[in-house]
């Protein structure tokens, strides 16, 4: 037993037809397939035997639908007898259309299709057999889209740069911040273990921009896709990693870096305590070392590193600290 839809994708408020088809089904009397579905995703609207069975003078399809057990699916059961066998020996007869509205339900999900169960039929002896079945996909273009992510702050991951598992991320003071094509913009919170997520975003050809900013570390900046009307909406993940060192926010690590460092010293200063560890101290300047005259690579911003501030290098403040 195939299945086949009329369509490969499909919305809210669509109309989903599957064309169930038999193939080398011979010498047979009765039938009776179990069709799953998700009721929260679809509505199903009709079971109607095809033009090809009912030549063959079927009894009408009765159709009874039961909870699955799992959630919102359902079973949907078809069965039918055939008055006239003749002829019930092709390879692949179309028995039956199957017809659901898609639904615009909460949250997202990849498709909104029929799932097999379990298909038997009856021959003209008496005797029972189970097909094997094969239904396509219909991928679900879903109204809205999510971003989801993770932030890495580089002074407040592992030495092997992985994140800490012991470390709250809520003390990093990272702000995250989406910004749609029309200007509006949403901010969500990060949680202990860095991760934040934006859900029920509008389709639009035009790209999101997110912003995340962590003290002391570059400002990520990247455009995410919003899901276009014809494609649906998608599920985009992204793991903005911040390298540090950049205390004064102009998207370079130099000297006046260091500097900022130096002053700060002893104090708890979030844009000077890299790592978050309670006190500004040289391993926070040792970040500074570490990513010496780099440029933050996602700001448009070019900054050219300064190595000599009034006379003072990474060296001086280094020795002093």
């Known amino acids: 037993m195939v299945g086949a839809a009329d369509t490969a994708k499909a919305g809210p408020g669509d109309v989903v037809t599957y064309t169930l088809t038999a193939h080398d089904l011979k010498a047979w009397g009765s039938f009776n397939t179990q069709l799953r579905f998700d009721s929260k995703l679809i509505k199903l609207?009709?079971?109607?035997?095809?033009?090809?069975?009912?030549?063959?003078d079927p009894t009408p399809v009765e159709v009874t639908t039961k909870d699955a057990g799992s959630g919102t699916w359902k079973f949907a059961t078809a069965s039918f007898d055939v008055g006239d066998t003749a002829g019930l020996t092709a390879d692949e007869l179309p028995l039956l259309t199957v017809s659901y509205e898609v639904l615009d339900a909460d949250g997202w999900s990849l498709e909104?299709?029929?799932?097999?169960?379990?298909?038997?039929?009856?021959?003209?002896?008496?005797?029972k057999a189970q097909l094997q079945q094969f239904y396509g996909a219909v991928e679900r273009l879903n109204p809205l889209s999510h971003l989801s992510g993770r932030v890495a702050p580089e002074a407040m991951l592992t030495d092997a740069y992985a994140f800490d598992p012991a470390f709250d991320y809520t003390t990093a003071g990272s702000t995250v911040t989406l910004t749609a094509p029309d200007g509006t913009v949403r901010t969500a919170e990060v949680d202990a273990t860095s991760r934040f997520g934006f859900g029920g975003l509008p389709l639009t050809d035009e790209a999101y921009r997110l912003e995340v900013r962590v003290p002391g570390h570059f400002t990520w900046y990247e455009d995410v896709a919003g899901g276009a009307a014809s494609e649906g909406g998608q599920v985009v993940s992204t793991v903005p990693a911040l390298s540090t060192g950049d205390v004064n926010a102009d998207d370079v690590v130099d000297v006046r870096d260091a500097i900022a460092i130096l002053e700060a010293k002893g104090t708890t200063a979030p844009a000077a305590d890299l790592d978050r560890s309670g006190s500004v101290d040289r391993a926070d300047l040792a970040w500074v070392r570490t990513n010496y005259r780099a440029q933050n690579p996602t700001s448009d911003r070019i900054t050219t590193p300064v190595t000599s501030y009034r006379g003072t290098t990474l060296e001086d403040v280094e020795d002093r600290m």
């Open 112 to 127: 909104n299709s029929l799932v097999t169960s379990s298909t038997s039929y009856t021959s003209t002896d008496g005797t």
């Open 45 to 56: 609207l009709s079971v109607e035997p095809t033009d090809e069975l009912a030549a063959h």
